[in-house]
């Protein structure tokens, strides 16, 4: 009696050890999936942001080339009237308008801060993909990864934001210089 007592209760030890493992495992794989959908969600968000901030700025420059034009349009005409006076090219040459430059460089510095940013958040997203890939093949998965059927989710679905550009560098395995203002064509479009 005390024997069947003795492996009645090894057995049931098990048996609440297979529960407790299986339902931790089932936890971690609801919780990096829920991280994933949800990282995903943040990159779109943050990639969207960056976007409308740089349409927006970009927009200012353009605004104030207008504005300029109107001014000086308006401060010329009058000057010197409706027909001017060769006396406005002097006066344009004394006051020499200028756009400033600064504009640009606060755009400039607003673009790299977004891309670094939205750099980041596709990098939170591939840690936490590679966290749940090594909690789906970790020990546990060999004992009750078959119970629960893990992955729920399209890993490929979840997957970072990338350009055409650097998807044809890893096809091809080269990576050439970058033509940051458009100025050089490249091979297949020489023809």
Same mark, same amino acid.
């Given at each position: 009696?005390?024997?069947?007592?003795?492996?009645?209760?090894?057995?049931?030890? *098990?048996?609440? +050890?297979?529960?407790?493992?299986?339902?931790?495992?089932?936890?971690?794989?609801? =919780? /990096?999936? &829920?991280? !994933?959908?949800?990282?995903?969600?943040?990159?779109?968000?943050?990639?969207?942001?960056?976007?409308?901030?740089?349409?927006?700025?970009?927009?200012?420059?353009?605004?104030?080339?207008?504005?300029?034009?109107?001014?000086?349009?308006?401060?010329?005409?009058?000057?010197?009237?409706?027909?001017?006076?060769?006396?406005? *090219?002097?006066? +344009?040459?004394?006051?020499?308008?200028?756009?400033?430059?600064?504009?640009?460089? =606060? /755009?400039? &510095?607003? !673009?790299?801060?977004?891309?670094?940013?939205?750099?980041?958040?596709?990098?939170?997203?591939?840690?936490?993909?590679?966290?749940?890939?090594?909690?789906?093949?970790?020990?546990?998965?060999?004992?009750?990864?078959?119970?629960?059927?893990?992955?729920?989710?399209?890993?490929?679905?979840?997957?970072?934001?990338?350009?055409?550009?650097?998807?044809?560098?890893?096809?091809?395995?080269?990576?050439?210089?970058?033509?940051?203002?458009?100025?050089?064509?490249?091979?297949?479009?020489?023809?």
């Amino acid at each position: 009696m005390k024997a069947t007592l003795a492996i009645l209760g090894v057995l049931v030890f *098990f048996v609440i +050890i297979f529960i407790a493992v299986a339902l931790g495992y089932r936890s971690d794989c609801v =919780r /990096l999936e &829920a991280k !994933i959908v949800a990282q995903y969600k943040q990159d779109q968000n943050n990639y969207d942001n960056m976007w409308k901030k740089f349409k927006e700025m970009a927009q200012v420059p353009e605004q104030y080339v207008e504005d300029m034009k109107k001014i000086w349009g308006d401060t010329m005409k009058g000057r010197y009237g409706a027909d001017g006076s060769k006396a406005v *090219f002097q006066f +344009i040459k004394e006051h020499n308008p200028q756009l400033d430059s600064a504009i640009y460089t =606060r /755009l400039q &510095a607003a !673009i790299e801060a977004g891309r670094n940013s939205f750099a980041a958040e596709q990098q939170q997203l591939l840690d936490i993909k590679r966290e749940y890939e090594v909690v789906l093949k970790d020990n546990r998965a060999l004992f009750v990864g078959w119970i629960f059927s893990f992955p729920t989710l399209d890993l490929d679905k979840y997957d970072i934001v990338t350009s055409d550009e650097t998807q044809r560098t890893f096809e091809e395995k080269k990576s050439n210089e970058i033509d940051v203002f458009g100025k050089k064509k490249r091979p297949a479009e020489q023809q």
